[in-house]
Nanobody
Framework: VQLQASGGGLVQAGGSLRLSCAAS????????MRWYRQAPGKQRELVAG???????NYADSVKGRFAISRDNAKNTVYLQMNSLKPEDTAAYYC??????????WGQGTLVTVSS
């Protein structure tokens, strides 16, 4: 599985960004997909996840502001981020978890939120 993340950038606090992660090399629709983030000096943390049948979960810190979705026809998972805060600044990584229990990671896309 190959994952290509995009959509990061610099945004002011209160603004929005949409991250995309395009997947190839496996049956995308069967994979659970997740977004993680890692801020400088901090551990990587789970931001949001979506199962193969569309069930979602979120970190408490982003509930009500972020939304994860997937388009199986495009083999793409999205992370819509609204009401961004400076503490959301991090490198964001997409992750695929397959039915056989393998995990794959994309390269990070950097999100910087200015105050």
């Amino acid at each position: 599985v190959q994952l290509q993340a995009s959509g990061g950038g610099l945004v002011q606090a209160g603004g929005s960004l949409r991250l995309s992660c395009a997947a190839s090399g496996s049956i995308f629709s069967r994979n659970a997909m997740r977004w993680y983030r890692q801020a400088p000096g901090k551990q990587r943390e789970l931001v949001a996840g979506i199962t193969s049948y569309g069930s979602t979960n979120y970190a408490d810190s982003v509930k009500g502001r972020f939304a994860i979705s997937r388009d199986n026809a495009k083999n793409t998972v999205y992370l819509q981020m609204n009401s961004l805060k400076p503490e959301d600044t991090a490198a964001y990584y997409c992750n695929a978890y397959t039915l056989l229990g393998y995990e794959y990671w994309g390269q990070g896309t950097l999100v910087t939120v200015s105050s």
